[in-house]
């Protein structure tokens, strides 16, 4: 199977993607990778594994008109959801790895919660310094590693228990780049500089502990290698681990991550 291949999700998906996961965790995150990087207007700016768009939507409004935005991802899906809400950008299906661009070609290029899920990310950091000019900036999100995550580490710790540690394993990759010093020791293999990094407070906002419960179990792999009966006693122990992040009948759970500008 190619990775192409490999990250293809339904339209159904994204779309949800784009209406609970969007607007709970990943809008925040967007206006702070484009001020890391000083997107500004007139300039180039690629976003990388864009998803629905987010950080590409982001960083169009502060260029106001003035310059160009590109956004790919390897889904298409995805991209198809990223181009019905905005239509007036450009959005390519591409391998982070295999970026098609010329050297040079963009001043900043922003890649949010993505860095993860690449096999090679070395390959990956490579490609963004490649396709950026010699003073341009690569801005980076990732989630912090798993012992800050005090409300996602409950959540693992119960998936361990009742899916067992490769369940648990399954759920691991979002926080597999979360150390500050392994980062910069990876952009620095892809000849890149740390300019400013910082650790972001962030919010996973959601309905209720319930409903980010299921759209983060629904929306990954484990959920295809679970029984229904583990679904529901993973469901009913989390309800109750993260009951205590539930204000006003919304739950605001934490959800920590680094901030990266780097440089050649
Ligand atoms: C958690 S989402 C983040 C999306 C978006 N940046 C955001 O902030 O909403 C991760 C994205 O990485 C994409 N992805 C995974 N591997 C990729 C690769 N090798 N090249 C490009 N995109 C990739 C997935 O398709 C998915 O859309």
Known sequence: MTAIEKFQVSIEAAEAYEELFV??????????????TGV??????????????????????????????VGTDLNESMLTVARRVRPDLTWQQADAQHLPYPDRSFDVVLCQMGLMFFDDRIAALSEMARVMTSDGKVGLVVP?????????????????????PEGAA?????????????LTSLLNSARLTVVALYEHP????????????????????LYTRITEQTYQRIRERARRALGEWETNGRLHAPLRGLVVCAGK
């Open 170 to 182: 399954l759920l691991s990759t979002y926080w597999s780049c979360g150390d500050a010093d392994e």
């Open 23 to 36: 607007p709970g965790i990943f809008a925040e995150w967007a206006p702070l990778i484009v001020k890391a």
């Open 202 to 221: 962030g919010t996973a906002s959601f309905a209720s502990a319930d409903d980010l419960v299921k759209t983060e179990i629904e929306g990954s792999p």
């Open 40 to 69: 500004s207007p007139g300039q180039a700016v690629l976003d990388v594994a864009c998803g629905t768009g987010i950080a590409a939507r982001t960083a169009a409004d502060v260029l106001g008109g003035s310059g160009t935005v």
């Open 144 to 164: 912090s590693k798993i012992d800050n995550q005090p409300a996602y580490s409950r959540l693992t710790e119960i998936v361990a228990d009742e899916a067992g």
